[in-house]
């Protein structure tokens, strides 16, 4: 037996099967029901929202004798796609203009099973211009007999003689609710059993198109047999988008610039680009934003996840999630044109942080107990700790030493951004540390280019020659808990 995907063995074969799209089945039914039908629809919508099974529904409704019934001999031919009145062109296959030609010269005749015959155009808008004007010649004098259904993806580019001669119907993305509740009947009919949460992210992996969640589910279950995990869609995606995106918030709120840093190079070690993650994060932001506004309704997500993200969204303040999202949407922007998306974003994101003051930590197991700290302002010279003057200096103008890096080398600052200024060491060399598993920073600026840059910025603004070196470790000095460090790295 020849494999069905489930996608066809789906797709919807009457107006109650459809799912979302009410106005569309609303307005198709009532003129049906009043015989006025149009002489040509233009059905646009993203993909996989049933713009193709509405036109097939539709030519089955026209020519049906029985409303539709689905077993007269002109409903089993369509469904089967072998009904001669029913005539599909997809004009990205055939952007010809031999196709509409022949469509003109044939119309003419009268259909042969059916009271109309039915013209459906897959992708109009990718016809040739000599294939627009002979359909435009059509639409102006179009035969009694005839219906078009021109479906596409991109209403703009379908010429306005030919759209102002249409009734127009846009389609919408189907929420995730309707998509989750279809997945569940398709697993339930398929004997295969799906997490709750694996339904979930099936259907906001799809992002609004029906076919293809459908398509995911359909692999998932090659791929899984009859039970299916929310580790298993996870694996398939390629790596857990939701968990990055929260994961990023976190390193936000806390003001974790090595988390950022780390969160970034996880997701793009697992295939995505960086401009994808950052076009994630603007809607993961704009998700936050909602929620914040207390428009939950407005995000298109399934209850357990709104709850996480109002969770996530009470940790912030509304300027707070405004200003991520602008500085994002500017990176994103300016990744378009740029071959170093991955180090914009970063910057933008690192630029997000407060200005995090560097913290001498000399004598790690002098630092006093967390408790006593909380209200401190500064590990300083009480604690015992003797402090290089030039140190001071530096730590003092590290602000300013950041910004000009930054002018002169985008991979110094992020490099930089991420360091520890350690101490002056007996070589009169500034140590700057960084964190165990960030080495790659520690490389970075161990480049003869970078390091030259570094050190003449911090001789401009300090007046200091002083030489930089690297390590690793360090910073999170086994004598200190994890809470002390996490302290240090704020
Ligand atoms: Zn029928």
Excluded at 57 to 68: E, T, Y
Excluded at 231 to 259: C, I, P, R, T, Y
Excluded at 390 to 405: A, G
């Amino acid at each position: 037996m020849n494999y069905i995907s489930l996608y066809r063995k789906w797709r919807s074969q009457n107006f109650d099967e459809i799912v979302g799209q009410r106005h569309i089945v609303q307005t198709l039914k009532n003129a049906i029901a009043m015989d006025r039908i149009g002489h040509a629809y233009l059905f646009s919508g993203p993909r996989g929202t049933g713009k193709t099974s509405m036109a097939r529904i539709l030519a089955k409704a026209l020519n049906c004798k029985d409303n539709l019934c689905g077993s007269c001999d002109s409903c089993k031919k369509i469904t089967e796609g072998s009904a001669i009145d029913v005539i599909e062109i997809d004009a990205a296959s055939n952007r010809g203009i031999d196709e509409i030609r022949e469509l003109r010269e044939k119309i003419r005749y009268l259909p042969v099973e059916g009271k109309y015959k039915i013209y459906i155009i897959d992708e109009v808008h990718m016809l040739t211009q000599e294939a627009f004007n002979a359909l435009l010649k059509t639409l102006e004098e179009p035969p009694e007999h005839v219906v078009f259904v021109l479906a596409t993806t991109e209403s703009n580019r379908v010429p306005v003689t030919i759209s102002s001669r249409c009734q127009r119907l846009d389609f919408e993305r189907i929420s995730q609710a309707e998509v989750k509740a279809r997945l569940l009947e398709i697993a339930k009919s398929e004997a295969t059993e799906v997490e709750d949460k694996a339904l979930e992210l099936i259907a906001r992996a799809g992002e609004g198109s029906m076919r293809d969640s459908v398509s995911l589910l359909d692999q998932l279950i090659s791929f899984s047999g009859s039970k299916i995990t929310a580790d298993q869609v996870v694996l398939l995606l390629g790596g857990a988008n939701e968990e990055l995106l929260f994961k990023v918030s976190n390193a936000l709120v806390g003001e974790h610039a090595g988390e950022l840093v780390l969160s970034l190079k996880e997701a793009i070690d697992a295939g995505k680009s960086a401009l994808q993650i950052a076009r994630d994060i603007i809607v993961f932001y704009r998700n936050l934003l909602l929620v914040k506004l207390s428009l939950p309704d407005t995000v298109d997500a399934g209850g357990d996840y709104i709850k996480r993200l109002e969770d996530e969204a009470a940790k912030y303040e509304l300027p707070r999630i405004k200003e991520i999202l602008k500085a994002v949407a500017v990176a994103e922007q300016e990744m378009k044109w740029n071959s170093q998306g991955r180090i914009l974003l970063e910057v933008a994101l690192l630029e997000l942080l407060g200005n995090r003051s560097p913290v001498t930590v000399t004598k790690p197991v002098s630092m006093p107990e967390i408790g006593s700290s909380a209200e401190q302002p500064k590990p300083n010279t009480d604690t015992g700790i003797v402090t290089d003057s030039r140190l001071t200096k530096i730590k003092k103008h590290w602000n300013d030493i950041l910004t000009s890096v930054k002018k002169k080398s985008l991979f110094g600052y992020v490099s930089l951004h991420e360091g520890q200024l350690l101490e002056i060491n007996p070589q009169g060399k500034l140590v700057i540390g960084f964190k165990k598993g960030f080495g790659f920073h520690k490389d970075r600026l161990e480049e003869q280019k970078v390091k030259g840059v570094v050190e003449e910025v911090i001789s401009e603004i300090t007046g200091d020659k002083i030489g930089i070196i690297c390590q690793v470790g360090g910073t999170d000095h086994p004598h200190l808990s994890a809470q002390a460090v996490a302290e240090i790295f704020q």
